[in-house]
Structures are given as structure tokens and as C-alpha cells.
């Protein structure tokens, strides 16, 4: 009989921590919790989930079998990031994967104590959201979805090498696409390249201000800037009205109707962010983990976009997105 007691109190001491946990008791679970915290469904931002939870499940970690992936989706609007970021820092989540910048700045204004990893910061310092991006120092690191501007830049003026003025859109609350702007204009200056500046506070001034920018200029470059990207087809549609070419930072954007690009391939974004995660479920600090960042990106092309403007594809650059990129027809 004491053995049969004994069996039922241990019973229900594993129930007991087992409700707690889910409830947000305890901390330490026998399955993990990541929490995803992200700004919007886009389909770069997308792809960047999809290549966390695929390297998730191939580094042997299976939503619903043994870890728990808390998805929570702003829809664009800003203001869900707090409540969002507080829910998964309530409900004791292990790691909070957060995608774009804002997600991210959410996430860490909510703990200074649950490990996070981004997923796709442009310039995590000067984000605020670390120390340093060699050695971050607190509870934050992750991976940059800084662009390749220089080779961008360099592909502009293939396209148009007699380009007299290029222009850059941006919005200026989005500090990813700050930060793409200020290394556009440094290597627009060294490279000798006639820059000029637009900026927008939110997806409604786009219209107008694209406009604008149209009529001043040659061509237009917009660095990584998910509100731009989430509102892409109507700088498509005032580009193609005024027969002007867009080079964006994005695959999905050229896919929408820039021209072309180098883009960092957004699903290994996303793997190389599951790597870390899986690093820090198994002990690793993030004070202890560089920034990472995707020094080449993929050449995109967009033949459709090209015969619309009359534009002469470079040829070396047609071979290269045909072998090693993508072309959309």
C-alpha cells in the first residue's frame, strides 16, 4: 500500500510542475518554449519564419512534439508589438525570436532576462539593442539582414552607366531602413554617384512623395524597409508611369516589379537564426555570440520589369541570377 502511495504522490508532483509551467509557474519545462515575435506577413519576412522552423525541425526540434513555438503576428500595426512581446515574456518562453526591427526593439523593452535572437536587423547597435555587434553583452544577439549595398550600387551602374541622378526612399521611423539609408548615401559618395533623399513617416505618404521623387530623378534605390516592401506596388506603379527603374534590397521586391538586385537570401536568414537559437537552448549566452551578418547576396533579376522599361539587362549579370540567383520572366 506505502508503495502504491508513493507512486500517486509522485504522480502528482509531475502534474503539479507540468501545470504550472503551462501556466507560467516555472520556467524550466521538459519541452521549450520559443516565442516568435514579428511586425508583419510579408513574403521576405515569411521566408525568414519559414527557414527558422525548418532548421528548427532538421536540428531535431519539432513544433507541438518537443518545443513549442508561440507565433505572434502585429499585422503591420506597431502598437500590438508591446502586448504581443509582454504575452511571450508572461508565458516563460526559453528564447523570443523576433523579426524586423520594431519586433525586436519590443522584445527588448519587455525582458532584460530571456535570451533574444534576431532575425532580421539591419544595424542591431544602432538600434539600441546591444552593446556592441562583435560582442553584444546582455540577453541579445542574432543575425544582420544588412544588404550589400556597395554590390547593389555597383549593379545600378551597369544597368545605367549614364546615370546622373539615383534616389533613395526610405521611412525614417524604421531604424533598419535608416540605417540602410546612411550606407547608401557613404558609398553613393564614394563612388561618385549624384544621391538625393526621400523619406516617408508611414506607408500613406508613399504615393505622394514617390511622385515627387519620380520627377527629380533617374533611377531609385530603397534599402531593407519593411514598410516600403509591405506597400511595394504603389512605387511600382508611379515608377512604371514616369518609365523609371527601382532597385530594392529585397528578392520579393524585385518579384513585385524592381528591376534588380543583390539580395540576402531571407531563408538562410532564418536558418542561421534557428542555429543560434538551438546554441542557446543548449547553454550558449547571447552576450557570447557576434552578430552575424550575409556578406554576398543573390543576384535577382526581373526580365519582365526590363522589357517594360526598354531597359538593356547586362549579360554577365543575366548568366549569374540564371546560375546563382533567381529571374523572374
Do not use: W
Not at 132 to 144: A, E, F, L, M, T
Amino acid at each position: 500500500m506505502k508503495r502504491m502511495y508513493t507512486l500517486i504522490a509522485l504522480l502528482l508532483a509531475f502534474l503539479g510542475v507540468a501545470f504550472f509551467s503551462e501556466n507560467g509557474g516555472l520556467v524550466k519545462r521538459r519541452v521549450p518554449r520559443v516565442g516568435v515575435l514579428t511586425l508583419m506577413h510579408h513574403p521576405a519576412l515569411d521566408q525568414i519564419y519559414k527557414g527558422f522552423v525548418d532548421e528548427l525541425a532538421r536540428e531535431g526540434y519539432h513544433d507541438g512534439k518537443n518545443i513549442q513555438i508561440e507565433y505572434q503576428n502585429a499585422n503591420g500595426d506597431q502598437s500590438n508589438l508591446k502586448t504581443m512581446a509582454s504575452k511571450l515574456v508572461n508565458d516563460n518562453c526559453n528564447v523570443i525570436y523576433s523579426i524586423t526591427t520594431p519586433a525586436a526593439q519590443a522584445a527588448a523593452n519587455s525582458t532584460s532576462k530571456i535570451p533574444i535572437v534576431l532575425g532580421a536587423v539591419t544595424d542591431p547597435k544602432g538600434a539600441g539593442l546591444v552593446k556592441n555587434n562583435r560582442h553584444p553583452g546582455g540577453n541579445i544577439s542574432g543575425v544582420s539582414d544588412q544588404s550589400p549595398i556597395k554590390e547593389q550600387l555597383n549593379l545600378v551602374k551597369e544597368f545605367m552607366p549614364h546615370l546622373k541622378t539615383l534616389g533613395v526612399i526610405y521611412t525614417s521611423s524604421d531604424a533598419s531602413a535608416v540605417a540602410g539609408h546612411h550606407q547608401i548615401q557613404q558609398e553613393c559618395k564614394k563612388m561618385g554617384i549624384r544621391l538625393k533623399s526621400y523619406s516617408i513617416a508611414n506607408s500613406n505618404d508613399l504615393n505622394q512623395v514617390s511622385e515627387q521623387m519620380l520627377q527629380e530623378v533617374d533611377a531609385v534605390v530603397v534599402p531593407t524597409d519593411n514598410t516600403i516592401a509591405g506597400a511595394m506596388q504603389t512605387l511600382v506603379k508611379n515608377a512604371n508611369a514616369a518609365n523609371k527603374p527601382v532597385f530594392p534590397a529585397a528578392a520579393s521586391m524585385v518579384k513585385q516589379g524592381g528591376l534588380a538586385t543583390y539580395s540576402v537570401n531571407q531563408y538562410q536568414l532564418g536558418v542561421r537564426g534557428a542555429k543560434m537559437t538551438v546554441a542557446i537552448l543548449k547553454g550558449k549566452k547571447p552576450a557570447n555570440m557576434p552578430i552575424q551578418y550575409v556578406r554576398h547576396g543573390d543576384p535577382v533579376l526581373n526580365l519582365k520589369q526590363a522589357r517594360r522599361l526598354h531597359i538593356q539587362v547586362p549579360k554577365q549579370f543575366e548568366r549569374e541570377a540564371k546560375m546563382k540567383g533567381e529571374i523572374y520572366q
